[in-house]
């Protein structure tokens, strides 16, 4: 076995009668507060009233219930105590005195095994889900019965929050296999909904759909991208859109507003979810409001520079999320942090390090930055009063070109906005090319399907791209400026598992291929 492979194993051993002390105090302190957090969420009902009551004041108990799961973790985690001893941190008290934990320093480098409680891994009901590999490197993430129900709880209660209706209906068209998403909103909707698990099949959903007739409450759940090729097959089957009502619940991935106005020609509404197989599904969701938010920041500077800091040309999907579960924090670097609060989590997630770049605020905040008038026009029926994360996604996802950052959302809203040609557009990813003179351009690959005039769809991407980035990266817009030739955007058009879509059988697209 390569090195790289070799992961530490440590066990528990004997505690001395200090620490069993110390374990058993903090062990009644985090099931009591578990307890009363589950008291919350037993019912879709209660749960409303929590998402709607939050008060900020909440967000100390939230702060130290963070600092008892690491100081729990440190007595009663095998792999978690070696890492803080190999890290010279087994003395820590405050919740900053704990080191980051990463996929890299953490979850690779310790089995299974001993990053669960008590370093016991086989339990009955417990589920073993897989991440998409998206790093490099498929992994494997276990939960246990209690943390699985108390995130099925979650979910059902936030869809009969922002998703109300009489005869709900379920399509959830996440892929079926070892995929934390699929698997568990398949099991949570069936709390409160009426389920049909079909997975990513367009015809599975268009048969689902005109066979059950437009008597139900549809709520499609599924990617971004899938979700605007169900719009597209309906539309090219006449699909009576009218007579149905059809609501999308996506996650998994970034979305824009250029595909989500799109996906809302025909969808009733769509709202997404945050959560990562490193630790948890439905670490946070959009609410009418955060929608709303999301479009003004869009097009008001000076709103942006206030709440996400000066110059920020970004723009950030924005979720509502529950501190007493999910403590966040944001490091020196503009990195989110996650500590599961909940005792029932069998594989402790102790400010973990997803990779993704954000920003906190709480709603209070939020009002201020607004104004009260403007935060009153923007409020909706849900009422969520849970702070908000502006999620910027991962830190890498970039493409440097002519001292600007290209990210795959921004290529995103050029590509779809206005586009007549846009139900053609299967996906999409970037690249760099290399021309002569060392000289660099970057590449948007599209993959189409169906007959379209190419050279008409490659002239409107071109220059809704540039529009796009213009308009939002001052880098790109000085580029221009200086140099016209910036403009000249590489697109290159395939057919459908063509180029550098060969192979790809991931339901979540892979946006970048430096590599190209």
Not at 85 to 114: C, I, M, V, W
Not at 229 to 240: K, M, N, Y
Not at 457 to 462: G, N, P, S
């Amino acid at each position: 076995m390569s090195p790289v492979m070799i992961r530490l194993s440590p066990v528990l051993g004997p505690l001395t009668a200090r620490q069993r002390w110390r374990r058993a105090r903090l062990q009644a302190y985090s099931w009591a507060l578990t307890g009363a957090y589950r008291l919350g969420a037993l019912h879709p009902a209660v749960w409303r009233l929590v998402a709607r009551g939050y008060h900020p004041a909440l967000d100390r108990v939230a702060a130290r219930h963070a600092r008892v799961a690491c100081q729990f973790a440190a007595v009663d985690v095998p792999a978690y105590r070696h890492f803080l001893r190999a890290n010279g941190a087994e003395h820590a008290r405050g919740l900053a005195d704990f080191p980051e934990t990463t996929k890299q320093n953490y979850a690779g480098a310790y089995d299974e095994a001993s990053r669960c409680q008590e370093g016991r891994l086989h339990r009955p009901g417990v589920i073993v889900d897989e991440s998409s590999g998206s790093s490099g490197k498929p992994y494997n993430w276990v939960r246990g019965p209690r943390e699985l129900k108390g995130i099925y709880r979650n979910a059902a209660g936030y869809i009969e929050l922002v998703f109300p209706g009489e005869r709900l209906f379920v399509i959830n068209a996440y892929s079926m296999g070892a995929w934390a998403t699929g698997t568990t909103t398949g099991a949570a909707m069936a709390r409160i909904a009426m389920v049909k698990n079909t997975g990513p099949d367009l015809e599975k959903i268009a048969d689902t759909l005109e066979h059950f007739g437009p008597g139900y409450d549809y709520v499609v759940a599924a990617y971004p991208p899938f979700l605007k090729h169900l719009r597209d097959r309906l539309d090219e089957a006449g699909f009576p859109w009218a007579e149905y009502r059809v609501r999308g619940m996506v996650g998994g991935e970034g979305m824009t507003e250029a595909l989500r106005d799109y996906l809302e020609e025909r969808f009733e509404e769509v709202r997404s979810g945050y959560g990562a197989s490193d630790l948890t599904i439905g670490m946070g969701a959009e609410s009418g409001f955060s929608v709303r938010l999301r479009k003004r920041l869009a097009t008001d500077q000076d709103l942006r520079d206030r709440l996400l800091g000066p110059g920020e040309q970004r723009l950030p999907m924005i979720f509502h999320y529950n501190p007493l579960e999910t403590f966040l924090e944001v490091n020196a670097g503009g990195e989110l942090l996650c500590t599961i609060n909940t005792k029932s989590c069998l594989q402790p997630k102790l400010r973990y390090n997803v990779g993704d770049e954000a920003r906190l605020h709480t709603l209070a905040e939020v009002r201020r930055a607004l104004g009260d008038d403007e935060y009153a026009r923007m409020w909706t029926d849900e009422r969520m009063s849970l702070p908000l994360l502006f999620l910027f996604g991962r830190k890498d996802s970039t493409i440097s070109y002519m001292g600007a950052n290209l990210y795959p959302q921004d290529v995103e809203y050029g590509l779809y906005q206005g586009n007549p040609h846009a139900a053609a557009i299967n996906r999409f990813c970037l690249s760099l090319e290399e021309l002569p003179g060392l000289e660099y351009r970057p590449v948007i690959n599209l993959e189409v399907r169906g007959e379209v005039d190419r050279d008409d769809l490659v002239a409107i991407c071109r220059k809704g791209v540039v529009a796009h980035l213009s308009a939002v990266s001052r880098d790109f817009a000085e580029s221009l400026k200086e140099d016209p030739s910036a403009a000249d955007l590489r697109i290159r058009v395939f057919g459908l598992g063509e180029g550098p879509f060969a192979g790809l059988t991931k339901m979540k697209n892979v946006y970048l291929m430096k590599d190209a």
